[in-house]
């Protein structure tokens, strides 16, 4: 995301080298990130890994042990913390905390404290027209499906046109279709509403499809942020590799310019960026199942066997363990190619050049 002049746009949001800590434990270990002028970024990571606690220092709902935190540039961290309804930060919780006794207008206008009349009932018009609920503005929330609420909690929060917004876990309280649809119509209020804004989440497929950056994060720590096809594509760990989506590995020395694996041998030149200089080295491929396709073989020959198979919808993966006890993943359209057990040979798709990671 650069504009005409190829400068990154502007920071709305810093964080810098920011640390939190729960009595011993290090919850977010000096964590740097810049959230740009209107973009949808999302911190994503397993249970546990500091999104929540980063979101909540952001908010101003926790105080960091270290580090600075800088909203338009203003240090609001430290000896300068500014108390989260001082600073012009919007949250939608995950719950979405709407007001059950008072109407969808009624709760759209809630943050509105320093509008006249007026004012509010054209600002709260504006905000029920861009999330689509003109005709159901005085209903009470109970009277509102989940998508809907969700709706309103998002016009709540965008209605005092705030800095930034902060959604956590956005959709986790709407059943698995509705998410799908939510996610899109969420993404498209946001960018109408022109609103900088960061979400976060466990779901990588929710990562990939709403975001403009995704920031991967493992261990309180970030270990990439980028577009979501640049972190799914050219993942810089093996963590990222593998939270991202299914990933298999294959390993194998660099010599003579070739990499020999269980699976195959790899021309260097196919693997990304793996120069001389790395002689010697042992490495692992990554190779994931659209890569891959499994072909039936006789067994003695052959690269490995069927150990699982895995329905996910629009294709098959079926798992192959390598003679080398190493374990891929091969996608397909027909669930019945094979048996579990069957011997195999696995044959390289990918006409791209494939990532890897110095063996641990
Ligand atoms: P989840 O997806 O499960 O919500 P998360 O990535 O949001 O996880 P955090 O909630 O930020 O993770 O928690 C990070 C770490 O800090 C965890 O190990 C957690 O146990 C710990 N932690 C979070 N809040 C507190 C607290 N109030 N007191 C003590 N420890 C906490």
Same mark, same amino acid.
């Given at each position: ?31 740097? !990130? ?14 546990? &890994?500091? @999104?929540?606690?980063?979101? /909540? ?13 800088? !909203?338009?540039?203003?240090?609001? *961290? ?30 759209? $206008? ?14 709260? *018009? ?26 309103? $909690? ?11 917004? !902060? ?6 309280? !709407? #059943?698995? @279709?509705?998410?799908?649809?939510? /996610? ?15 979400? %976060? ?11 403009? /950056?995704? $920031? %991967? ?22 963590? %990222? ?8 590995? %294959? ?16 021309? $260097? ?25 499994? /072909? ?6 052959? #690269? ?19 003679? *080398?006890?190493?374990?891929?993943? &091969?996608?397909?359209?027909?669930? @019945? #190619? ?20 110095? *063996?641990?």
């Amino acid at each position: 995301t650069t504009d005409e002049t190829g400068a990154e746009p502007d920071a709305v949001l810093e964080l810098d080298t920011v640390v939190k800590e729960y009595g011993h434990e290090t919850a977010v270990e000096s964590l740097s !990130l810049d959230v740009r002028e209107g973009e949808l970024l999302t911190m994503l990571g397993p249970s546990g &890994c500091g @999104k929540t606690t980063t979101l /909540r220092m952001m908010a101003g709902l926790e105080r960091p042990d270290d580090g600075e935190i800088r !909203l338009r540039g203003e240090r609001i *961290s430290g000896d300068e913390f500014v108390e989260p309804e001082n600073r012009d930060v919007g949250i939608v919780f995950q719950d979405f905390a709407l007001f059950p006794h008072l109407t969808v207008a009624e709760n759209i $206008a809630f943050g509105l404290t320093e509008a006249d009349e007026m004012e509010t009932e054209e600002r709260v *018009s504006e905000l029920l027209e861009l999330v689509g609920l003109e005709s159901h503005r005085d209903r009470t929330p109970d009277q509102l499906s989940g998508g809907q609420q969700q709706r309103v $909690a998002l016009a709540r929060s965008l209605a005092p046109e705030p800095e930034i917004l !902060l959604l956590d876990e956005p959709f986790s309280n !709407l #059943d698995v @279709k509705l998410r799908v649809e939510m /996610r899109e119509e969420v993404r498209a209020i946001l960018k109408e509403a022109g609103v900088t804004a960061v979400s %976060v989440t466990h779901d990588q497929e929710e990562a990939l499809s709403i975001s403009d /950056r995704v $920031a %991967v994060m493992n261990g309180g720590q970030i270990e990439q942020v980028g577009r979501p096809e640049m972190v799914f594509e050219h993942p810089e760990s093996r963590f %990222v590799a593998s939270f991202l989506g299914q990933a298999g590995f %294959v390993s194998g020395r660099l010599g003579d310019g070739r990499v020999d694996t269980a699976l195959r041998t790899f021309d $260097a030149d196919q693997l990304e960026g793996l120069t001389e200089e790395y002689d010697g080295a042992v490495v692992d491929v990554l190779v994931r199942p659209d890569d891959l396709r499994a /072909r039936a073989t006789e067994g003695d020959a052959a #690269d490995g066997h069927i150990v699982h198979r895995q329905y996910t919808g629009p294709s098959f993966v079926y798992h192959v363990e390598l003679g *080398s006890g190493e374990l891929v993943y &091969c996608q397909h359209n027909h669930v @019945k #190619d094979f048996e579990i057990g069957q011997p195999v040979d696995v044959e390289l798709m990918a006409d791209h050049t494939l990532a890897w990671y110095p *063996s641990e």
